[in-house]
């Protein structure tokens, strides 16, 4: 039986790299914000979360506590990166754009690293720290539901003021 081919870790390795790379050029245009648009990325991840969830056993005790924890940072990680974000509102025609910050994007990157590292650890180590990997990646899933819907709700509520304070000009 032959094993995986040699380049399989540089493949599975490159594809997020990549992945993130264009992320991160995307983002470092400023874009048209619409407001009525902003629910649709929380509700993918949310439902990837959900259908994820529904394929996984059950947490233990110390995986839920660790679902309340990245649920929580991600909701203060998301908020951060939205209010490091740039709006502008055009005077005339109230449409509202948006930049994410350098510092946004590291985030981002930062996060993706921590995932690995926290990988690799858990495939020599789960049992020292008392969870599995199931568990480790369903808390990644919670932390992005936390940083996506909390940037979000942020999102909206500066664009709601911005437009707010542009029409009443």
């Known amino acids: 039986m032959h094993g995986a081919p040699a380049n399989a870790q540089l493949w599975s390795n490159l594809v997020p790299l990549l992945f993130l790379g264009l992320v991160i050029l995307r983002n470092s245009r400023a874009r048209t ?86 990988r690799s650890v858990l495939a020599s180590d789960a049992t020292v720290l008392h969870i599995s990997a199931i568990e480790a990646s369903d808390s990644f899933l919670i932390l992005a539901v936390g940083l996506v819907s909390a940037q979000r709700i942020e999102w909206l509520m500066r664009a709601r003021r911005m437009l707010a304070a542009a029409r009443a000009v």
Not at 54 to 64: D, F, H, L, Q, R
Not at 73 to 93: C, K, P, Q, Y
């Open 33 to 118: 914000l619409r407001i009525e648009r902003l629910w649709i990325s929380p509700t993918i991840v949310m439902a990837m979360t959900v259908l994820t969830f529904a394929a996984s056993p059950p947490p233990t005790p110390v995986g839920i506590a660790m679902d309340f924890v990245a649920l929580a940072l991600g909701a203060g990680l998301g908020w951060w990166r939205a209010r490091a974000s740039r709006f502008t509102v055009d005077a005339e025609t109230h449409i509202i754009t948006s930049k994410v910050s350098a510092a946004g994007m590291f985030l981002i990157l930062g996060i993706f690293a921590a995932r690995y590292v926290l």
